[in-house]
């Protein structure tokens, strides 16, 4: 073999390994990049400050605490939820929760704990899919967000609910950091500028209205934690707040529920008086439908004297919802300025609100919550009550 053949042969072998090297870098970037595709991770701080790593975009998630599931329903990512908390299973006679009646189906998933985040990591780790993001609400009541990302092995993210008066910025930035996990960023600001726009429409409506000129309300019956009678009341009760209605009971320093005097009540003799349906569920003398209805005291107030008493939806259920705040504050707006808001139809007002925050944009699943909210206690929403 002369040196010409050994050179040409040098040359072939020497195109064959670079050919056979450059491949396998190739193949490696490729898996590399599919494995990468594959197993994409988050970096997200939850309401705690704490650090915690998640799928991006994970396909299995569930909802703990009151209200979580009613976000990520509002996000329209609840389809990737594989378990449920047991208030979604039982059976109640009374229901308020827009997010549960919009979707039945919630019914028929396993359940992985008690409701109010008293979860139970064995079920947890039971189910199946294994849920790779576990959002969890309200989280020093129940089990420790801490201490069930180490019992399961599955990252927690704590939030906190937040609400629509005095802790807003809450409420978007856990409407955030579940649409970033999500990948429904863009749904998180849609549903962020929705609550402003409308909030401001409310305010604007009412603004300028001299105080003197102003009609006085009350509403009872509010409830926390169950039913309650007249004398519990909000003093920043959003409604009124949204409408800049005169609010006999108001006061800034007391942004929860509470019980106020008999003796305050008729002092205050409200011209218009409104009460939660909630209060229904007592069916007994404790119900405030009843006691306007029954006690003499009360017999003498203005509004029960001309019939200016009104149902109106109940929203503390299971925490806040906000749509039903939104439909319960046009209900009170075409009442005590019934000039500023003539041109709002209260029913196509409410299905709307409930056919974008819980009917994916359809209207017709709008309609149907907006119906067996109205109907849902023993006396409709948004009517005279008899008293």
């Not at 102003?214 to 509010?222: A, E, L, N, P, S």
């Amino acid at each position: 073999m002369n040196a010409k053949d050994i050179y040409k042969i040098f040359v072939i072998t020497s195109l064959v390994i670079a050919s056979t090297f450059f491949a396998g870098c190739m193949d490696s970037s490729s898996t590399s990049q599919n494995v990468s595709n594959n197993n994409d991770t988050i970096t997200v701080t939850d309401s705690l400050g704490r650090t915690v790593e998640v799928p991006k975009s994970p396909g299995y998630v569930i909802c703990s605490g009151s209200g979580a599931l009613r976000y990520l329903t509002y996000l329209e990512a609840h389809d990737r939820i594989v378990a449920v908390d047991s208030i979604e299973t039982e059976g109640s006679k009374f229901d308020a929760r827009p997010y549960a009646i919009a979707n039945p189906q919630f019914k028929e998933y396993p359940v992985f704990g008690e409701f109010r985040g008293n979860d139970d990591p064995e079920k947890i780790l039971a189910l199946d899919p294994q849920p790779q993001v576990i959002f969890k609400m309200y989280s020093t009541s129940g089990y420790d967000p801490v201490e069930l990302q180490k019992k399961t092995g599955i990252p927690v993210i704590a939030l906190n609910y937040g609400d629509m008066v005095s802790n807003r910025a809450d409420m978007y930035n856990s409407l955030r950091i579940m649409g970033e996990v999500m990948g429904k960023e863009d749904r998180a600001e849609e549903l962020i500028a929705f609550f402003d726009s409308t909030i401001a429409d409310l305010s604007e409506r009412t603004a300028g209205v001299p105080e003197e000129e102003k009609i006085t309300c009350y509403v009872g019956g509010i409830a926390r934690s169950g039913p309650h009678g007249f004398q519990s009341t909000e003093p920043t009760y959003p409604p009124f707040l949204f409408t800049n209605a005169k609010n006999v009971a108001y006061d800034p320093m007391n942004l929860t529920t509470a019980e106020v005097s008999k003796e305050s009540i008729l002092g205050w003799d409200p011209d218009i008086i409104f009460v939660d349906l909630s209060t229904t569920q007592s069916e007994d003398k404790s119900s405030a439908l009843y006691q306007l209805q029954n006690d003499v005291s009360y017999r003498k107030l203005t509004a029960v004297k001309t019939g200016d008493v009104y149902g109106v939806l109940p929203y503390n259920w299971y925490t806040q919802n906000q749509g039903s705040v939104l439909a319960d504050a046009y209900f009170a707006g075409k009442l005590l300025y019934p000039d500023r808001f003539e041109d709002v139809n209260l029913e196509n007002k409410t299905i709307e609100i409930y056919t974008f925050l819980v009917g994916r944009g359809d209207e017709e699943i709008g309609r149907q919550v907006y119906e067996k909210m109205i109907n849902a206690f023993p006396v409709p929403a948004f009517t005279k009550l008899d008293v």
